[in-house]
């Protein structure tokens, strides 16, 4: 394996998600450099349906309080302790991005396939960032789903949300979770039905 191969691996394996972060978020040409990895996702059909929309500044304060609404639109009896902790996230994160899905419903590529090129860019993302010194952690919930929500956003049915990213820079720089073992997720399939390790009691 040669060194810059062994540096993109290694890179790979020391992922881990955090939301503990810190200034400064990336910005600038290093911004756009690492955006330009979700480019390289796999894309059946290249109908390259990712959309991404950066949050920073106060815009973020805006952000937070149709999280808010739309918490509250989802579940009138929302805990108060609940909503305080999602606005005080989304408000404070030093960079926020959205992860939007253009779909094609009619399209002869299947809509899953286009769902799956999101996430698949999402994750190029995520890989990204981390090559590039930063952290980040990928959010969903159920307003991620509200479809009131995401036309807010720019993003009115059939197209959708897949999530947002929370960007910055790690306060702790060990932050890197424990990498669990591959074994109990592979298997060789010999003509049977397989069974995984991992999906035993």
């Known amino acids: ?12 394996l020391s992922r881990s998600s955090t939301d503990d972060l810190t200034s400064p978020a990336p910005k600038g040409d290093e911004l756009e450099t690492i955006l330009s990895a979700v480019m390289r996702a796999p894309d059946h059909g290249k109908l390259r349906p990712w959309r991404l929309v950066l949050v920073h500044g106060e815009a ?6 149709r999280v808010v609404a739309s918490m509250k639109r989802i579940d009138p009896d929302v805990p108060e302790k609940k909503i305080e902790k999602r606005y005080n996230r989304f408000s404070t994160m030093p960079l926020i991005i ?4 253009h ?11 286009q769902e799956l090129a999101v ?12 090559a590039a ?9 159920e307003i991620t789903y509200d479809p009131v929500f995401a036309a807010e956003l720019g993003f009115p049915a059939p197209h959708g949300l897949a999530g947002f990213f929370f960007v910055g820079t790690p306060k702790d ?3 890197h979770s424990k990498r669990r073992p591959v074994a109990p997720y592979v298997t060789e399939w010999t003509g049977e039905p397989v069974s995984f390790g991992a999906d035993k009691d």
């Open 133 to 141: 010194g930063y952290g980040a952690v990928w959010v969903s919930g």
């Open 60 to 65: 973020r304060v805006t952000l937070a309080e």
């Open 173 to 175: 720089e060990d932050h």
């Open 1 to 12: 394996m040669k060194k810059h191969e062994k540096i993109a691996l290694d890179s790979l």
């Open 103 to 113: 779909l094609k419903p009619e399209d002869k590529i299947p809509l899953i396939e």
């Open 98 to 101: 959205v992860l939007g899905m």
């Open 119 to 130: 996430g698949a860019a999402g994750m190029n993302l995520l890989n990204a960032l981390h």
